[in-house]
Nanobody
Framework: QLVESGGDSVQAGGSLRLTCAAV????????MGWFRQAPGKEREGVAV????????YYDASVKGRFTITTDDVKNTVYLQMSNMKPEDTAEYYC?????????????????WGQGTQVTVS
């Protein structure tokens, strides 16, 4: 089970940190990713990390502004978002899957959280 938290409303230019806690499994077994879905749009990959190692993927729209990290002790994945823009407004989902090279292909992700809303104005 993946449980997201940290969604909120922020002003443009602000920062927010999303948290994804894994319950009943260890994140080290998976590639962990953050995805988002804005109203009227398809869900897209934002950032992905191999929980073992340092390989990451970032969508071009967030590169340099968002950072995905893991905490093995807390079995948690974070998405630190900075210099946020109105176009970052979306429901954000945490997901766990399998990958050799981190990427946004959602077919590789099998476990999903319930989502947390982020609004940037």
């Amino acid at each position: 089970q993946l449980v997201e938290s940290g969604g909120d409303s922020v002003q443009a230019g602000g920062s927010l940190r999303l948290t994804c806690a894994a319950v009943g499994t260890t994140i080290n077994n998976y590639c962990m990713g953050w995805f988002r879905q804005a109203p009227g749009k398809e869900r897209e990959g934002v950032a992905v990390i191999r929980a073992i190692g340092t390989s990451t993927y970032y969508d071009a729209s967030v590169k340099g502004r968002f950072t995905i990290t893991t905490d093995d002790v807390k079995n948690t994945v974070y998405l630190q978002m900075s210099n946020m823009k109105p176009e970052d407004t979306a429901e954000y989902y945490c997901a766990a899957g399998f990958c050799v090279v981190p990427g946004p292909d959602q077919e590789h992700f099998y476990f999903w959280g319930q989502g947390t809303q982020v609004t940037v104005s």
